[in-house]
């Protein structure tokens, strides 16, 4: 399917890569992966309010 890459956890502003494969690109999984994935973030870490896409 993918991969998700949270990197700089120590900034106050991580880094989060997302990536699909060409199968499934295009069909809605990064909406709740990124719900999830925010929720994490905000929660482990109180002191980050935004964190930021690295890469293409």
Partial sequence: MGF??????NDPTPL????FSEAHRGKGPAAPI???????????LPEVDR???FGQ
């Fill in 34 to 44: 990124l719900t999830a994935l925010m929720a994490h973030v905000f929660s482990a």
């Fill in 51 to 53: 964190f930021e896409l």
């Fill in 16 to 19: 989060f890569g997302l990536r």
């Fill in 4 to 9: 998700v890459r949270l990197d700089d956890l």
